[in-house]
């Protein structure tokens, strides 16, 4: 609750910095959110499209969210990502299977490589103390060049040089139902898979040993190892849960969203996840509504360019204040404390008195 | 009269709770002044309040006679006022210079001037029989040295009036011994001292007088000479505390643990810990005698798991257990009061309730297929708080690093007595507790003993070891010098083992 | 193949510095306490405001190297203004350090980009041209490390190198350098020795963004020539090399130069014959793999400051 | 915008032109900016109203969805560059009957390869390889004897073209004006990117270190480290040059003064396009469902007109081949054959 409100509290300082900006730059902020929200919002094509959007970051911002709570930070869901995209791919293009075992396969693919690239920080961290943040950057550009040279050398595109071969329709995770629900957006599957990992991810935060024990070492890893927990075995789970969160985001981005991998490109939903599972208060559920509210603030922003003379930087600056305006939430807090003693002092106007005459 | 510091009517409110109502201090100059109260009482916060780490709510403070603000400990610095924290606030890295000089550097030119400062620190030492190589490491030296340093780092400040909260906590008793000896001479040289400690034996030996506080309530001030150790306690906590710990005869049955020519190394890679043999009986306590850092924490480690052995063997009721994963262990009947309550004992972030299930939540009832059952572990842990009378703001949900340490040591004791274990190793578990509280927890230590579990207990306190103990097993340099009844012994007799003395003697 | 490394040698130093000066500031930042993960955004906005000034001074003044430098002094001053927002983030209001540096990266790419289209009308800033290498006199002529060190250097290396030993000198010499240390070691220590804390932080985390701005204006003026919005992860390949390097000056400029020898070679190896036999993906990952296992190698000995990271509140036991 | 007291009514067109940008930004010094300065110029002349929006990334999905915007906003004529906008364009000829496209550099088909070029759809395609070969020729004629180098960015056809026709025509005049410019295959690069300036600094150092006089860049900020080293070692008083790439980027290799380091460029015309194709639909005359090549032909590409750095022989002999390719007595091939990369 308490969360919810400092979250609410960053978006509005966020806009409101925001229409700032548009302000002065001579635009009507009033009138650009209009369009920023009828850009994301106005039909079912875009509803449709806003959720796509959503759907990869709710996966990166779940794997940021759930190693945070496990006391790691995560910064390599980007090439978490890459790497989970291209098994996927790797999968879709090579073998032939029916559908539904194929997408099962990609997304089975796509989640244990995403697993085995957070793995390599998750064992340095256990067995050498190697800090996450400098292990998990180094891998996103080992996974940026490894995609550069095998993607082009093993599933290059006819004429496609920058991207692998184009799937077929029927293997990727676009479904007739939802593109005709939508008017033919891109939503897809990957939406579907992203609930179910919120409720996997919630449930295994608070309900059950598992989390208990990755939480504990996470705040203390000296109290973990002697309540006999192993600690470094949690570790490395836990970065393999994180990984494997980004690596089915990067199956959701490129077999979903698109359905091709791209090479030079390290794709910015990593690096957003920091956001939205900050946004999101680091809770599963407030993750999601994070994701949903960056897939509206991304997929509106064309239409409020087309619509005014507002820059698409502008989106961009935007989402980055609310992000600032969330880390210092505890200025919002003590604001809150603040309002709140305010009011307490005014209820209890009579309480010294009452001390008064006790004494 | 003249007091050099005079705290009137002070308080201090923290949310939710008034730390010191209404408390008056005064400190005459060339005085040891006691300041006494159970964990939590607010005697740590009123030296905060007189070193202008807290500003009071209400009362007036003079230093001298005149009436002063202290908004920060700078201002207080310059008031002559120097106060040794309960935790030493030195940076581990830094030589002794630096930390002393560390806020009042002097400088020849742009440069730090060490060499000039290290001189002076050399004849501050020597001038005050502190006995500080000014050139070491803090993170090499001794917890004693470190105490001294923080001493001489008021000393370099040229400070008049000396705050030192808990210094005894953390010191062996030689160490106590010689800093009884460097108050006096500090008292000689004309400084007064302000002594946080719960240990009226060393109110007895040096302070003048004496304030007592209770719940953050002044009850009065008293002259040492004119006060017994019982009627201070009576003072402080409001009824009659017995100091005599009352036990039966130990009546040893089958043998629950057994070390065997057990070598471990310490965190310099060298044995810290010699080829120790050991037994302990169902029904018995043990106690380890030692200087702190002569195998103690080696010999634990390797009994809990937390360190692994280089040879011998760790029997529990027969059985090998030098390989067993923790968990293992604690399964098999050991648990662990630990000596670092922040960094092992408690996942200060987690609320009570968590912690009180630290080491079962993953057993019936608190999970079922991996599923936490949260109304378990409340009322599991409600129950250990009740016994155990830890308080806290929001009772099983309070975080734990809310509590007061004294608070959080009877969480921990809780816990582990709760989980009924064959063998229960206690680390020092009345560090920095108030009276009233130990006396509890030997009471329960012993219950525990009585209903036929083994009992291994290491202290830095030799009075402690003493009181409790059936049985003592001294160490000195990692090596066992010798076993002794404790019902046959005295202190004379332990310390000089724990000299190195040996002595054997057959039980 | 030692021609080739002479060769390569003065560019993997051009490449060197910026990253040097950038993590020289990471250290003074991380040294008082305070992570500073924002370097990327801090180079951004050093590299936009360089770019920017050396832009319209170079119509106004004709003196061409006073331009830059004026351009240099700028992106230091706007890096510094920009890294307020860090340390107020981090230092007044206990925020996650490592938030609030992701949070400040974001502003800082997105805003300048927007500022440079409305201020310019062009997302890019081309300076016409930044300073240009010689030859040290005489040095040069030194057999060996003439070659390496002393021909196409910039005077900007120099002036670089000039602020590692002056840092190095003031972190171990002085009295700001042991009060910065003491901080990021034990700040309730600091604290108690009546130490202003925040004010210590402060000035690491200013300085942090003082060198990363200069950093990032290098680029421009070295290399580039242009800004573009970014300056490609540099920034985190600067915390990288802190780490690598131990949080000590010698051991960053080590790190650092390992970096910049590194991607040197991997960008101009595919027109090497002797290194184009070896696979370009390897050759491309190298650093990073290379970090990796040196970060192995150092971690049990990790030199860390001890506070680096945590929120400091006075009371806390 | 248009200003009103003008008078010219051509200048009240009512016609609202989009562009979506490509990968890169719309400063990029080559494709999206070509193309916009053609929109902008049709701006000025004709009163149209512009807009560019850039996708979020670079995916078939992100690219409709701008052209979505740019639809509902009633822009209805709307131009993107570059082959990867070849999906994303086949479906909104379906989707948007009402709208216009201009698509550069691609074909629109549904994945296939199979162009399906609509009625309300221009594909246009640029013979790089042509102006390639004309710089190439410049190059020799310029340097008579020496070597020659090309950067590419990363390896996709129009940078491809740019360097197969960018080595014939050396070849060419090598073997027939009497020139000796040689180029080896270790002189031959793709960087592998177009924003990596540091690499393009390096990779160009080691050229003119083992004798490159002249390098070809055809790789965007790649591109511009090459310049700025071509630069440095010019002010130091080497004899360096650069042949530029999409369009005039002498203004770019300027150093001390009016000296400049880029020999010529070979450039495409992207910005004529996009405003022919602004005015054509102004006229009525839109070549809807055709496939254009801009080639020597329709002067589509070609070097600058003013080359200060070309002598003035070297000048006319280049456009005796000009007209040459233009009568195609002259074929430069758009495959690799034997070339190298
Ligand atoms: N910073 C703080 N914030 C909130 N409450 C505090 C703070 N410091 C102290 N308190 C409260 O004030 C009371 C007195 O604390 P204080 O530290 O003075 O006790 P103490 O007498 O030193 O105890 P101990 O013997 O355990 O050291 C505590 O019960 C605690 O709840
Ligand atoms: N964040 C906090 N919120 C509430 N109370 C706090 C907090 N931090 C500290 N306290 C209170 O402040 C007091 C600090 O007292 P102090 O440090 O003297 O405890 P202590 O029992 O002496 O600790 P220890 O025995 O571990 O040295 C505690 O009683 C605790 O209740
Ligand atoms: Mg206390
Ligand atoms: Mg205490």
Known sequence: ?359 | MSYVVEMLNIRKEFPGIVANDNVTLTLKKGEIHALLGENGAGKSTLMGVLFGMYQPERGLIKVDGKEVKITNPNVANRLGIGMVHQHFKLVENFTVTENIILGSEPLKGMVLDIDKAAKRIEELSKHYGLNVDPHAKIEDISVGMQQRVEILKMLYREAEVLILDEPTAVLTPAEIDELMKIMRNLIKEGKSIIIITHKLKEIKAVADRCTVIRRGKGIGTVNVAEASEASLAEMMVGRHVSFKVDKKESTPGEVVLKIDSLSVKNNRKVLGLKDFSLEVREGEIVGIAGVEGNGQTELVEAITGLRKAESGSVLIYGEEIIDLPIRQRNEKGISHIPEDRHKRGLVLDYTLQSNMVLQIYNKKPFSKNGLLNVPAMKSYAQNILTNFDVRSGEGTASIARTLSGGNQQKAIIGRELELDPKLLIAVQPTRGLDVGSIEYIHKRIIEHRDKGNAVLLISLELDEVLQLSDRIAIVNNGELVGEVNAAETDENEVGLMMAGVGKERSI | MWSIIEQIFPYAIIFTIPLLITALGGLFSERSGIVNIALEGLMVIGAFSGALSIHYMSGVLDNHTLVLWLGLLAAVLAGMLFSILHAFASINLNANQIISGTAINLIATALTVFLARNITGSGNIRISSGFSPSNVPFLSDIPVIGDLFFTKTYPTTWFVLAILFVSSFILYKTRFGLRLRSCGEYPQAAEAAGINVRRVRYSGVLISGAFAGLGGALIIVTQSGEFTGTVAGLGFLALASLIFGQWKPLGVLAATFFFGFASTIANVSQVIPELAVIPPILLKIFPYVVTLIALVIFSKSSQAPKAVGETFDSGKR | GSDEGNGDSDKKSDLKVGMVTDAGTIDDKSFNQGTWEGILKAEDEFGVKTKYLKPAGTTEAEYLKEIGNLYDAEYKFIVTPGFKFETAVFQAQDKYEDAKFVILDGNPHSGDYNPVVKDNTVAVFFAEHESGFLAGVAAALELKEGEAGFIGGMEIPAVQKFNWGFQQGLKYANENLDTNVTIKAENVVYQGSFDNAAAGGQIAAQFYDRGVDVIFTAAGGVGVGAINEAKNRAKAGENVWIVGVDVDQYEDGKYEGDKSVILTSAMKKLDQVSYDMVQAELDGKFPGGQTLIFDAKNDGIGLPEKNPNLSDETTSKVKEVYEQIKSEEIKVSAEQGDLFK
């Open chain 1, 1 to 359: 609750m308490r969360n919810t409100i400092v979250s609410l509290i960053s978006i509005i300082l966020g806009l409101v910095a925001g229409g700032i900006l548009m302000l002065f730059i001579g635009s009507n902020p009033i009138e650009g959110y209009s369009y920023l929200l009828q850009g994301a919002l106005k039909n079912l094509e875009r509803i449709g499209n806003t959720l796509a959007t959503a759907t990869p970051l709710v996966f990166t911002g779940l794997s940021v969210a759930f190693a945070f709570r496990t006391g790691l930070f995560n910064i390599g869901a980007s090439g978490q990502m890459l790497v989970g995209g291209l098994a996927a791919t790797a999968v879709a293009l090579t073998f032939d299977l029916s559908r539904p075992i194929l997408l099962l396969v990609m997304v089975l693919a796509g989640l244990v490589a995403g697993a085995l690239w957070a793995f390599i920080p998750g064992l340095l961290k256990a067995k050498f103390n190697v800090h996450e943040v400098v292990s998990t950057i180094m891998m996103n550009w080992i996974a940026y060049w490894t995609i550069y040279y095998i993607v082009p050398g093993y599933f290059k595109g006819e004429f496609l040089e920058t991207e692998s071969k184009k799937l077929a329709e029927t293997d990727t995770l676009r479904a007739p139902f939802l593109t005709e629900m939508f008017d033919g957006s891109y939503i897809n599957l990957g939406l579907f898979l992203a609930v179910i990992a919120v409720i996997i991810i919630a449930f295994i935060i608070d309900k059950t040993t598992l989390g208990f024990e990755l939480k504990a070492v996470g705040f203390n890893r000296f109290a973990a190892e002697y309540a006999g927990m192993k600690v470094n075995r949690n570790i490395i789970l836990s970065m393999l849960i994180s990984g494997a969160l980004a690596g089915v985001g990067g199956v959701a981005l490129y077999t979903g969203n698109a359905s091709s991998i791209q090479i030079g490109i390290l794709p910015a939903q990593g690096y957003d996840g920091i956001a939205v599972a900050l946004l999101g208060a680091n809770h599963p559920v407030g993750v999601f509504f994070a994701a949903v509210l960056f897939g509206i603030l991304y997929s509106g922003t064309g239409f409020m360019n087309a619509m005014t003379e507002i820059p698409p930087e502008l989106a961009n600056t935007i989402i980055a204040i609310i992000i600032y305006f969330a880390a210092t939430s505890v200025m919002i807090e003590r604001l809150l404390n603040k309002f709140k003693a305010r009011k307490s002092n005014k209820e209890d106007k009579s309480g010294p008195v009452v001390e008064k005459g006790d004494s």
